[in-house]
């Protein structure tokens, strides 16, 4: 069975620190990774695909080591609109033709 | 940007009734579609995977007589709880592969919260 495993926290972060979050999966054969988040109650929504070389997108920074099936984030200077649950999502192939496999996701709570 | 709409957005009905659920892609055709759930607390498990014009392929555990999938258009796919119970009773939700490759793997759709009493 295919799995994706994260720590569910809480992380109870003050605004403005850094926070990291890991998660690892099963399938060795994985081809493609993302990180979604997701608010209370509402449809997940993509925050940025991983690459093997690593990739960032302003505050967020995405990280991929095949070796050891394991993939990062990293906000930082983190705000309170940061607060929301992130989920470390695995495909099978390639720009995820296939259903996708889901973390339960970790809980980030930015205080002021 | 592409969007997917799911209806309805939340249902609350007896037990023993069939609940209809549709997701459409409102502007691009999604030969694949996709349906997950996911209970409080736990993560979005896939489904079924639903492909126009075919049977749909359901996950390990997933009773297809339970949940009847069609997918008879390139934009229109529905998932039917039948007999629902409270068991059942769960955040449904849909996404669509654009083939388009505008950086989304899967657009989702809102969501429908179904509560069975």
């Known amino acids: 069975r295919k799995e994706v495993e994260q720590d569910p926290g809480p992380f109870n972060v003050p605004e403005g620190a850094t926070v990291a979050f890991n998660c690892t999966y099963s399938?060795?054969?994985?081809?493609?990774f993302f990180w979604y988040r997701q608010d209370c109650r509402k449809e997940p929504k993509l925050l940025m695909s991983?690459?093997?070389s690593g990739n960032e997108d302003g505050r967020f920074t995405a990280q991929l080591n095949r070796a050891s099936q394991y993939i990062s984030l990293l906000i930082r200077d983190s705000k309170l609109s940061d607060s929301a649950t992130y989920l470390c999502?695995?495909?099978?192939?390639?720009?995820?033709?296939?259903?996708?496999?889901f973390g339960k996701g970790t809980h980030l709570i930015i205080q002021p | 940007g592409a969007v997917v709409s799911q209806h309805p957005s939340w249902v609350i009905c007896k037990s023993g009734t069939s609940v209809k659920i549709e997701c459409r892609s409102l502007?691009?055709?999604?030969?694949?579609m996709f349906w997950y759930r996911q209970f409080p607390k736990q993560s979005l498990m896939l489904m079924a995977t639903?492909?126009?014009?075919?049977?749909?392929?359901?996950e390990q555990g997933v009773e297809k007589d339970k949940f009847l999938i069609n997918h008879a258009s390139l934009t229109l796919s529905t998932l039917t709880v039948t007999s629902a119970h409270p068991e059942d009773s769960s955040f449904y939700i849909c996404?669509?592969?654009?083939?388009?490759?505008?950086?989304?793997?899967?657009?989702f759709g809102d969501g429908t919260r179904l509560s069975i009493l």
């Open positions: 999502v695995v495909a099978d192939s390639g720009g995820g033709a296939d259903g996708l496999t």
């Open positions: 991983v690459y093997s």
């Open positions: 996404s669509a592969r654009d083939y388009r490759g505008n950086g989304q793997p899967q657009h």
């Open positions: 502007d691009f055709q999604a030969t694949t």
């Open positions: 399938n060795s054969a994985s081809q493609s």
């Open positions: 639903s492909n126009e014009g075919s049977k749909a392929t359901y």
